[in-house]
């Protein structure tokens, strides 16, 4: 009877250590399948965890185009749209970027714009021009290697749980007016992917 009970006993701590022991590996499993990074604070977010939907493509380009006043950039101007939906955690911070970026030697201007707008309210996230970007001296640009951050993670860029942020990316050659010669923008090109990474804090 007393061996009965012991075998009993025995066998209900080997099933109780296994259950745990398997809960902790699960739960690894799982952590270990949805963060990507080993950073305490911002750590980037694997891509079953968000969804970045594009338009049309997550390539841009901007061949020969023509002068637009910056009056007229909204209805006139290239604009990409994409969005991004999370889908596991309940908050969490994105940042935005151009990558794999080809910038002709003329279009490395102040005159060649771009802006990042949220496309439900119209609001401009962040707005600057291509005078400078990473990788772009020195020639490096013409291997199309350059990047260039059109936004940065911050709490002001916050994503929820199922919410879709919508954003568009507008290009344009910025009409600087008769008194500015702006020859030098003729027969310019540039082409880039928009990349967007995700971040929880802890």
Do not use: H, P
């Amino acid at each position: 009877m007393k061996k009965d009970t012991l075998i009993k006993l025995t066998s209900f701590i080997l099933a109780v250590i296994l259950i745990i022991g398997f809960f902790i590996y699960s739960s690894y499993a799982y952590l270990s399948m949805k963060v990507e990074g080993t950073g305490t604070e911002n750590k980037a977010v694997s891509k079953n965890s968000f969804d970045v939907t594009y338009s049309q493509s997550s390539n841009i380009s901007l061949t020969n185009a023509s002068l637009i006043n910056d009056a007229d950039k909204a209805s006139e101007a290239s604009l990409s749209k994409f969005s991004v939906t999370l889908n596991d955690l309940d908050s969490a911070e994105y940042s935005v970027s151009l990558t794999n970026l080809y910038v002709s030697s003329n279009f490395q201007s102040s005159y060649v714009k771009w802006e990042l707008i949220n496309t439900d309210t119209n609001n401009i996230l962040n707005s600057g021009n291509f005078s400078s970007c990473t990788g772009c001296s020195n020639g490096s640009y013409q291997s199309g290697t350059a990047t260039k951050t059109l936004l940065s993670k911050s709490s002001s860029n916050k994503l929820t749980k199922n919410k879709k942020v919508n954003l568009g990316l507008r290009v344009w050659l910025s009409d600087a007016g008769s008194s500015v010669n702006q020859n030098s923008l003729a027969s310019g090109s540039l082409s880039g992917k928009i990349d967007v990474s995700v971040y929880y804090t802890t």
